[in-house]
C-alpha cells in the first residue's frame, strides 16, 4: 500500500552543503522541525552508497510520518525499501519506473512545462515537481528557470499535487502557495544551516501560515 505523504516541506539533501552535519543528522533534524519529506539526492555516489544512505536516513526517520525519497536510482530505491522514486523527464519513462517499483512505491516526477504537465497520467505519477523556480547552484544542469508566473500554469496544468522547487527560500513562501502548490523543496534552505531543526522549524511554521486551511 502505498504511504499517504505531506509535500508542504519537502528536503532535498545535498552532500556538500551537509557537511557541517551529516546527511542522516541533516534529516533527522529537519524532520523534527517540521520536513514532511526527504529526499536523499547523492549525485556522486554509487547505487551500493545511495542503498546505505537511505537505509541510515529511514533507520533515522524510522519513528516519523516523514516521506523518504531516493531521487533518479531506481535500483537504489528498490533494494533500500524507501517510500518513493523521484525521477527527471530525461531519466526514464514514467511508465517504465512504475513497472520496476510496482503499485505500492510512490513516484515524483520533474516536469518544466505546461505539456509536461498535461502529458503526466496520474494512474502511474503520484506528485510532480515542477521548477526550477530559480536557477540554483545545487542543480548546476537544471532547465530555464520559470518564475512564479510559469510555476502557477504549470501547477494548474497539473493532474497530481505539484511540489515547487529551485532556488527557493523563507521569503518566497507565500508566493509558493499562492500559485496553488502543494509543497516547496527546499536544500540551502535547511542543508548547511548551524541548526536544520529551527531552520525547518521557521519554515514550517510560515508555510502553516501561507497555505490553506
Not at 529526499?39 to 533515522?60: C, D, F, G, M, P
Amino acid at each position: 500500500m502505498k504511504k499517504t505523504f505531506d509535500l508542504s516541506l519537502y528536503l532535498v539533501l545535498d552532500p556538500d552543503l551537509c557537511q557541517l552535519h551529516s546527511m542522516v543528522e541533516t534529516a533527522r533534524l529537519a524532520v523534527a522541525g517540521g520536513a514532511t519529506v526527504v529526499q536523499v539526492r547523492h549525485k556522486r555516489a554509487s547505487t551500493a552508497e545511495r542503498i546505505a544512505l537511505a537505509r541510515n536516513v529511514k533507520e533515522a526517520l524510522r519513528d516519523t510520518s516523514a516521506l523518504i525519497v531516493m531521487n533518479d536510482d531506481i535500483d537504489a530505491a528498490i533494494e533500500a525499501g524507501v517510500d518513493a522514486l523521484h525521477i527527471g523527464q530525461r531519466d526514464m519513462p514514467a511508465s517504465i519506473a512504475r513497472a520496476r517499483v510496482g503499485p505500492d512505491m510512490l513516484l515524483g516526477l520533474s516536469v518544466n512545462s505546461e505539456s509536461g504537465a498535461l502529458a503526466v497520467d496520474p494512474a502511474l505519477v503520484d506528485y510532480v515537481g515542477v521548477g526550477p523556480v530559480f536557477a540554483t547552484p545545487t542543480k548546476p544542469d537544471h532547465e530555464q528557470p520559470i518564475g512564479f508566473t510559469g510555476l502557477a500554469r504549470i501547477v494548474a496544468a497539473c493532474p497530481v499535487p505539484a511540489v515547487a522547487i529551485g532556488g527557493l527560500k523563507q521569503q518566497h513562501i507565500s508566493d509558493v502557495w499562492a500559485t496553488g502548490a502543494s509543497g516547496m523543496a527546499v536544500v540551502s534552505a535547511i542543508c548547511g544551516t548551524p541548526d536544520p531543526q529551527q531552520a525547518s522549524r521557521e519554515l514550517w511554521k510560515q508555510i502553516v501560515a501561507a497555505r490553506p486551511a
